[in-house]
């Protein structure tokens, strides 16, 4: 269809902006640990207390 651009997933698009962000670090709150991931999933609801939330799996850096 002529005029029709495809849009990208808008999970590749999140993931794209962590990765090449300078300072992804800066778009989180706080950092759980895997295994207390239903108090993260509690602090991610209390919108008083954290922005974003993420898990951390223990994987080591590929840097």
Request: hydrophobic content about 45%; cysteine-free.
């Amino acid at each position: 269809m002529a005029g029709n651009t495809p849009t990208r997933n808008p999970a590749d698009t999140s993931a794209s902006m962590v990765v090449n962000s300078p300072s992804s670090e800066a778009m989180f709150s706080h950092t759980v640990p895997f295994g207390d991931a239903v108090q993260a999933f509690e602090l991610a609801a209390d919108k008083t207390q954290a922005m974003k939330v993420v898990l951390d799996f223990g994987v080591a850096d590929l840097d």
